[in-house]
């Protein structure tokens, strides 16, 4: 019995000595690698081909939907990302629970051309700015066809028109969903306040109804399509909705939204820290950024990239660089691991609902 266990010892000893070896190299041959875990849809791919051109380093590429799906998969550390591309509200969380590294600033030149309220915004959920680098920004709004809506749309209020009945589309994402109904009941889209919670959720149970679907990317395709009438958005896809389709429109509604920054962060365990900072610093660059905005048509915090947007009626739109002032708009931020279970088991009522 002892020979055997020593022999099953030395054979899983062995094994891990092997595996250990195996993984040593696989590290070790791929230094030349950078792995980005990224929105889908959200970068020109042709800007991944520049950079692999320019550096000789290899780009492993991966897509999410919504932060919901991505911080599990960063959490767990299962798939090691180099990149990440969080919103403002995650990027706090991720930095709270030590899941983040700080950014060599000296490794990243062309972060000044990111705009100065750009940094200062993002203050507001990465304190000093040591752990993230502004790359797209927006809000939220309702994108409605004229041709389907003949009435004036200023309202989150018009998502609960009953004769507009299998025609809404709705983000299916806590946040967004419950900023919809916090902002048309009058309260803040970060409040912990049961009661508002409550009244949140019981107004989105109140909708689901005439609500046609729950989805993402889908928004701009059925839209597009004229599948709907009235769907949430963010503004980077109204923008590239009406290249597609004339008689769609975007607004904000006059209760308010949110304004938000996606950046990139490099998570903890990353392999390729310095790779990933000479792909910040390269997105950085103002031919980069312009680049992405015309493929993605997401607004740039890249001030030299904007100035480099040749139609005057794109570079100065309304969508894309509104006059912040003349809305009430608030940015989301963490607020805290129980309530935002809470949120989510509230948010999982709603869909089971």
């Known amino acids: 019995m002892k020979n055997k266990l020593f022999s099953v010892f030395l054979i899983l000893s062995m094994s891990s000595f092997l595996f250990s070896c195996a993984y ?7 230094e030349d690698t950078l792995y980005v875990y990224n929105w889908g849809e959200y970068i020109d791919p042709e800007v991944l081909s520049m950079f692999e051109e320019e550096t000789g380093i290899k780009v492993i590429y991966d897509e999410y939907e919504t932060n919901e799906i991505m911080y599990p998969r960063i959490e767990a550390g299962a798939v090691v990302y180099d990149l990440v591309c969080p919103s403002d509200y995650m990027i706090s969380k991720m930095r709270e629970n030590g899941l983040l590294q700080e ?14 309220d750009y940094w200062k915004n993002s203050e507001e959920f990465d304190p000093g700015n040591r752990y993230s680098v502004p790359y797209v920004w927006g809000t939220v709004g309702i994108l409605y066809n004229k041709k389907m809506v003949h009435e004036k749309v200023d309202s989150w209020g018009i998502l609960w028109d009953e004769k507009y009945k299998d025609e809404i589309l709705m983000q299916d994402s806590v946040r967004d969903a ?13 409040t912990t306040d049961e009661d508002e919670l409550q009244e949140a959720k019981e107004l989105l149970m109140a ?43 975007y607004v904000i509604p006059r209760e308010g939204t949110n304004v938000w920054i996606d950046s990139w962060v490099i998570p903890k365990n990353a392999r390729h ?14 031919d980069i950024a312009y680049m992405n905005f015309d493929y993605i048509t997401y607004s740039t915090p890249n001030v030299p990239g904007r100035e480099l947007i040749e139609d005057e009626e794109i570079r100065n739109s309304p969508i894309a660089y509104p006059v912040l002032s003349d809305y009430e708009l ?9 309530a935002d279970r809470h949120l989510n088991d509230l948010w999982r009522e709603v869909k089971s609902y």
Do not use: W
């Not at 062309?110 to 100065?116: F, L, P, Q, S, V």
């Open 24 to 30: 040593q190299e696989v590290v070790s041959s791929d």
């Open 103 to 116: 950014i060599n600033m000296d490794n990243i030149p062309n972060a000044k051309n990111i705009g100065e």
């Open 178 to 190: 419950f900023m919809v109904a916090e902002r048309l009941l009058g309260y803040s889209m970060n």
């Open 207 to 249: 909708q689901k109804h005439i609500v046609q679907a729950y989805v993402v990317d889908q928004v701009r395709d059925k839209m597009i399509g004229n599948e709907a009438a009235l769907g949430v958005i963010y503004s980077g896809e109204a923008i590239y909705t009406q290249r597609e389709n004339p008689d769609l429109e």
């Open 273 to 286: 820290k310095k790779n990933a900072e000479k792909f910040i610093d390269f997105l950085c660059r103002p």
């Open 330 to 338: 608030e940015t989301y931020i963490y607020i805290g691991e129980k």
